[in-house]
């Protein structure tokens, strides 16, 4: 079967920096996904990954190690904003998305 | 270019009554996914549909629910006799057609919010 393991709540500290980490076992691969979801809103893109290696942009980078099966969402300098839950989803060789449950962050002063 | 559209946000019905919710994808898209998401939960996928066409619905229940994306107009996700375990935010995300160019990223409206006394 198809599967996206997550962690399923992290905390961290206002300013801190936190790793969210993501495992996948799918039926091929066509791509790694994070998403921000803030309770009661729609999820929003943060980054895709296809090759191996490092994706920064601002204070949020996205790690990949295909051979692994294993992603990383970075945050840096956190913000109270930040709190929200990360969404982390894989494509698969249908290009069907696979959905991990989700990573509550919850960030305190 | 608008995003994916869905009505209404906010719906509630009584045991037993029927519940429509509609999703416009965004312009140009030609898939459409219905999500469902309980309370502190993550997403659980419904069905994926093409235009006239239901590509996968695995996450279907078997009964009650049904969904189309018809030639014209929004695709719709209909939910009969509804019962309280119904009650939940419905996402529906759409995505352009499937092509090398074409990551697979899923563009989410803001969502239907079932509330079912």
């Known amino acids: 079967g198809q599967n996206i393991d997550q962690p399923t709540e992290m905390t961290a500290t206002e300013g801190a920096i936190v790793q969210i980490n993501c495992t996948y076992q799918t039926s091929g691969f066509n791509g790694l996904f994070w998403y921000q979801q803030h309770a009661g809103e729609a999820p929003t893109f943060l980054s895709y990954?296809?090759l191996d290696g490092l994706e920064e942009k601002g204070r949020f980078s996205s790690f990949l190690s295909r051979s692994k099966g294993y992603s990383y969402l970075l945050l840096k300098e956190l913000q109270m904003k930040d709190s929200a839950s990360y969404l982390c989803?894989?494509?698969?060789?249908?290009?069907?998305?696979?959905w991990g449950a989700g990573t509550k962050l919850i960030i305190k002063p | 270019n608008a995003g994916v559209m869905q009505n209404p946000r906010h719906l509630v019905r009584r045991r037993g009554q029927e519940a429509r919710l509609r999703c416009s994808p965004m312009k140009g898209h030609s898939h459409v996914y219905w999500y469902r998401q309980l309370p502190e939960e993550g997403l659980k996928f419904m069905v994926y549909?093409?235009?006239?066409?239901?590509?996968?619905e695995s996450g279907m229940p078997k009964e009650r629910f049904s969904a189309e994306f018809p030639k014209e107009g929004p695709s719709i996700l209909r939910i009969q006799q509804v019962v309280r375990g119904d009650s939940a935010a419905y996402f529906c995300?759409?995505?352009?057609?499937?092509?090398?160019?074409?990551?697979?990223?899923?563009?989410f409206g803001e969502g239907s919010r079932l509330t079912v006394l």
């Open positions: 990954n296809v």
């Open positions: 549909l093409q235009k006239e066409n239901i590509i996968d």
């Open positions: 989803a894989v494509t698969d060789s249908n290009y069907q998305l696979i």
């Open positions: 995300a759409s995505s352009p057609p499937t092509s090398e160019q074409n990551t697979g990223e899923l563009f």
